[in-house]
Each structure stands twice: as structure tokens, then as C-alpha cells.
């Protein structure tokens, strides 16, 4: 069975860092807004609002270095889970868990404003499960 989705938008807001309460794992979710490829009837590209959760050292990379605006580059699989609420009502998060991101923005508009040339940081670590 294959579970792949490969994504490029840009952030809706900065990364948002936490850190497990138990173990103290570092990670950061982001919402990636993705074109589509197709106009609707205004002419005009509707575009899909991803979530994404990234893990461990890449967490704290994409907290340190994306921005509202950011484009990026995901690499990962589709999950599922659900949750109850306080009042008792069932919700339901369908969410990307990144295994890579890569930084797409020149590293001078990510990274105070220093002049670099290369553009992306690729971020590749082991998700728990």
C-alpha cells in the first residue's frame, strides 16, 4: 500500500513550535496553502489549505527559518486520527505528516535578510509513529 502526498504552497501564518509534554519532542505545525491547477468561473485559482505536522529536529528548523508567506516544499503521507471535545462531540483531523520539507524561498528573504544565493534547506527526519 502506498501512503504519499507531495505538496508546494506557501504558509497561511508563521509555524506554530510546541514541545511534547512528556517526552519534550520538538513539533511545529503550519498550514499550507496549494494552487490549484484549474481557474473557477471568475477566472480566478481556488486554492486548498493544507494542514502539516512536522516532527524533531525538522520541527524546529521550519519554526526557525519559514515565515507567513513562505514557499515550501513537503514530502510525506496522509493521516488521519480523532479527538473528543470537552463537550463530548467527536472531531475528525485529516493532516499531512511531513518526512521532508524543503525551503524554496533564496535564503535572503527567509533568514534576515542576508544575501544568499541557494535556495532550500532540505530537513529529512524519522517521524515517530
Not at 69 to 80: F, H, K, M, N
Request: charged share 25%; aromatic share 10%.
Amino acid at each position: 500500500m502506498i501512503n504519499r502526498v507531495v505538496l508546494v504552497g506557501r504558509l497561511t501564518k508563521d509555524p506554530e513550535l510546541r514541545y511534547t509534554p512528556n517526552t519534550g519532542i520538538a513539533v511545529t505545525t503550519f498550514t499550507l496553502a496549494v494552487n490549484r491547477n484549474y481557474t473557477n468561473q471568475q477566472g480566478e485559482r481556488d486554492a486548498d489549505f493544507i494542514p502539516v505536522v512536522v516532527w524533531r529536529t525538522a520541527a524546529e528548523h521550519c519554526a526557525n527559518y519559514l515565515r507567513k508567506g513562505s514557499l515550501a516544499g513537503v514530502d510525506g503521507r496522509i493521516q488521519t486520527r480523532s479527538y473528543e471535545t470537552p463537550d463530548g462531540q467527536k472531531r475528525y483531523v485529516t493532516e499531512v505528516v511531513a518526512e521532508n520539507v524543503r525551503f524554496l524561498d533564496p535564503r535572503s528573504k527567509s533568514v534576515g535578510g542576508e544575501d544568499f544565493t541557494s535556495f532550500g534547506e532540505e530537513v529529512n527526519e524519522d517521524v515517530p509513529f
